[in-house]
């Protein structure tokens, strides 16, 4: 059971990464006989995502259940999709050259047991130029089956009902769902005249000259790979800086910090430090709306449990002063308060009758609080952004300088979006901004937030990091020899991430985890931070519980 789950979070990992929308719920996944996740084709599911609208097309499939193949047209649906997906995407993603032609290999070299092994083996011969030995009606199949991305949505959902009609016996009349989209408003002409058109031209989409020759280039010439890379790189830092905010540092120096902190496990990684902030100049990503309504959320879980929040506030606020106030000791002094039973002293020419209390500076501290972003958070953001606030706000009332930030993974960027600085002791409030999407690139997270702390000068550091304990990217480990081999999950992302834990506590950085995820992932938190981490089961006992942690290590100071 865990392995499937495991492989089902793979699948879904691809998915999101190549649709570039970490929410998805895609309908379908897709898995080998062995039951892995197939790389190439979740990630060409992934990819039809992110050109075609997912709600109208998730519409669609649930049309298609109410036959007993629905499985099978969808295959037949994303088979339809693949050879324009592949010749869209390839640009960017070289490494798909080399993938599909092993999933094609092995698709030929497969024996047809289904009537989709059938298409399929048919399908992919074609694509390695072989001679293709298949029933006439197949080859005038895989005539039809091609969607060019210039269509929109809607001809694409009809060329498809086209093929169903024409090839294949549905349970249904073709009117249901035509009737359902008009129903919804959906179409721009009449569905009627769109239907006609595709059957008078049933070679409408059929490969051209242009299709074949790009299946049989590489797509760029040595002389031009370093104006690709370049460009390639380019286009990525634009999308995370309209997906997450402008970056707060600059590209030059952002890239001079990369160069010392993406190494070993991470060299494949770049990094975006925001503040969540976009160009007015610009019409940024549905992210700004999101952001804008999960901080309404946020602000509402506050506010509707304001009495027991402001409880938690006050009850860590004073723990964390009792623990700096044990940073004191008292002396006889000639001034002070009176010693009465030593008043005798004075006969014998000793004043210091009085006692007087020294307090020490107080403590050269700073704390960094580091929340985990990334999407396996999504049902824990309102308490996320809460637990960060109130102890950020305790910290701020004890005149500790507190910084807060998050973190998560998307593409090959951690992102790392500060809410408050040190000095801004009136910005608690930004806290609330937190939302998550994306992966969590535990390792490289905390290596980065150690090296901004480095940076300081303050003479004490705490990290307080707000996790599940469970590390997890899409973009692998580089190795060598097989793609995909040392993905960043489970033990290696586990190992990886506690090996960043102490060398900062080998540089002197107290680092603690306030743990926010399930039981079977308690072992994980263990190894990553030993016994430097609580849970919080209610919100009653948080200020009790996070209090302890902090004052311990207040005491080691």
């Given at each position: ?132 030995k298949a029933r006439d009606n197949i080859n005038s199949l895989l005539d039809d089956l091609y969607f060019d991305l210039k269509l929109n949505i809607d001809e694409v959902i009809y060329k498809m009902q086209y093929i169903l009609e024409e090839y294949f016996e549905p349970e249904y009349s073709k009117d249901f769902y035509f009737k359902r989209l008009r129903r919804f408003n959906i179409l721009g002409r009449k569905a009627t005249k769109i239907y006609t058109n595709f059957s008078k031209k049933r070679n409408i989409l059929s490969f051209d000259g242009d299709s074949k020759n790009n299946d049989g280039k590489e797509g760029y010439k040595s002389s031009n790979w370093v104006k690709y890379k370049e460009k390639r790189a380019s286009k990525e830092r634009d999308f995370i800086e309209r997906y997450f905010g402008i970056s707060e540092m600059g590209e030059k120096k952002t890239k001079a910090i990369e160069k010392i902190l993406c190494s070993s496990n991470h060299q494949a990684c770049h990094l975006h430090f925001t503040r ?282």
């Amino acid at each position: 059971m865990e392995g499937k789950i495991k492989e089902g979070q793979r699948a879904l990992n691809i998915i999101w990464n190549a649709s570039n929308n970490y929410s998805l719920n895609p309908e379908l996944k897709a898995y080998n006989r062995q039951g892995r996740a197939d790389l190439y084709w979740n990630y060409i599911i992934g990819a039809v995502y992110k050109y075609y609208d997912y709600y109208l097309l998730n519409d669609f499939f649930d049309t298609l259940k109410y036959d007993r193949d629905y499985i099978f047209y969808q295959q037949i649906m994303f088979l339809a999709f693949e050879s324009s997906i592949y010749n869209q995407e390839k640009k960017d993603r070289p490494a798909l050259v080399n993938l599909r032609y092993n999933y094609a290999k092995r698709a030929v070299d497969n024996r047809p047991v289904t009537v989709y092994d059938e298409i399929s083996n048919s399908y992919f011969s074609r694509v390695l130029g072989y001679e293709v030995k298949a029933r006439d009606n197949i080859n005038s199949l895989l005539d039809d089956l091609y969607f060019d991305l210039k269509l929109n949505i809607d001809e694409v959902i009809y060329k498809m009902q086209y093929i169903l009609e024409e090839y294949f016996e549905p349970e249904y009349s073709k009117d249901f769902y035509f009737k359902r989209l008009r129903r919804f408003n959906i179409l721009g002409r009449k569905a009627t005249k769109i239907y006609t058109n595709f059957s008078k031209k049933r070679n409408i989409l059929s490969f051209d000259g242009d299709s074949k020759n790009n299946d049989g280039k590489e797509g760029y010439k040595s002389s031009n790979w370093v104006k690709y890379k370049e460009k390639r790189a380019s286009k990525e830092r634009d999308f995370i800086e309209r997906y997450f905010g402008i970056s707060e540092m600059g590209e030059k120096k952002t890239k001079a910090i990369e160069k010392i902190l993406c190494s070993s496990n991470h060299q494949a990684c770049h990094l975006h430090f925001t503040r969540g902030e976009f160009k007015d100049s610009e019409d940024p990503m549905l992210r700004n709306k999101i952001t804008s309504a999960q901080r309404e959320k946020n602000k509402k879980h506050y506010k509707d449990n304001y009495i027991s929040n402001k409880i938690n506030i006050l009850l860590l606020s004073q723990k964390i002063k009792n623990a700096l106030s044990n940073q004191s000791f008292s002396i006889k002094s000639e001034r002070g308060k009176l010693i009465a039973d030593k008043i005798w002293r004075t006969y014998l020419k000793d004043y210091n009758i009085f006692i007087k209390k020294i307090e020490e500076e107080p403590a050269d501290l700073s704390v960094d609080i580091m929340l985990d972003a990334s999407a396996s958070q999504l049902n824990r953001q309102e308490i996320i952004a809460t637990e960060a606030y109130i102890i950020a706000e305790s910290l701020t009332r004890c005149n500790i300088p507190v910084r807060v930030y998050s973190f998560c993974n998307m593409r090959d960027y951690t992102v790392i979006n500060t809410f408050r600085d040190y000095n801004q002791v009136k910005s608690n409030d930004k806290i609330f901004n937190y939302y998550a999407a994306g992966f969590n690139r535990d390792g490289m997270a905390i290596r980065t937030s150690l090296y901004m702390m480095e940076n300081t000068n303050y003479r004490h550091k705490i990290l307080i990091v707000l996790s599940d304990g469970k590390p997890n990217d899409i973009l692998a480990i580089p190795t060598e020899g097989l793609f995909y081999q040392r993905e960043y999950s489970s033990t290696i992302a586990v190992k990886d991430t506690a090996k960043e834990v102490r060398k900062g506590l080998k540089q002197g950085v107290s680092i603690l985890c306030v743990f926010t995820g399930k039981d079977k992932d308690i072992p994980s938190v263990k190894k990553i931070y030993g016994k430097n981490f609580v849970r919080i089961k209610t919100i009653e006992k948080f200020a009790e519980t996070v209090g302890l942690l902090i004052e311990k290590e207040l005491s080691n100071l």
